[in-house]
């Protein structure tokens, strides 16, 4: 299963091979055909949020938007249960300070996910979104699912089952 970031998700919508790269295009297509992609319900949540405080826009409407983009992404929504939220919660703002995040965090540790990998850009205006990635754990790594070694990317990656380890 792969859960999706609410950011990812809108670009890979878009279709923004610049912000999200041509490799984790074919990979997210590759993964909608297998049904294995998947948002949290709050991804809907932050989505609704930004269109709603005019930071992205949407259209022809959002509940247009939201249910095209649902259909032809071939995303599904995950369960998010109690014991996320619990989870979430515990996961605690100094590790981690986004509360949409520490539920992505806990919907993957729920749904079993042994880590969480991603991709970002390798350029200096990307440095911000590297460090924060490191300030919650998150470690470099081999590319994975298909991509290939690129100068404009770096691969990382979240052990969660090192993490679960700590957070009971």
């Known amino acids: 299963m792969i859960l ?6 809108i670009w890979h919508v878009a279709g923004d091979v610049r912000r999200v790269g041509r490799s984790t295009i074919r ?21 609704s949020s930004l269109h709603a405080a005019g930071r992205i826009e949407l259209s022809p409407t959002l509940d247009r938007w939201i249910a ?15 014991e996320m939220a619990r989870q979430a919660g515990a996961i605690g703002a100094m590790s981690v300070r986004d509360p949409l995040d520490r539920l992505l965090i806990a919907t993957a540790r729920e749904r079993g996910y042994r880590r969480l990998s991603l991709e970002t850009g390798s350029m200096d205006y990307f440095a911000p979104a590297r460090a924060l990635y490191a300030r919650h754990g998150f470690v470099v790594c081999e590319p994975f699912e298909g991509y290939k070694a690129d100068p404009n990317s770096v691969f990382l990656t979240l052990d969660l089952a090192a993490d679960r380890a700590g957070s009971t």
């Not at 990979?27 to 989505?47: G, N, Q, W």
């Open 27 to 47: 990979l997210l297509k590759r993964s909608a055909d297998l049904d294995v992609l998947r948002l949290s319900p709050l991804t809907i949540f932050e989505v």
């Open 68 to 82: 095209a983009a649902m259909q032809d992404g071939g995303v599904r929504l995950a369960p998010l249960t109690m």
């Open 4 to 9: 999706l970031d609410t950011h990812v998700w």
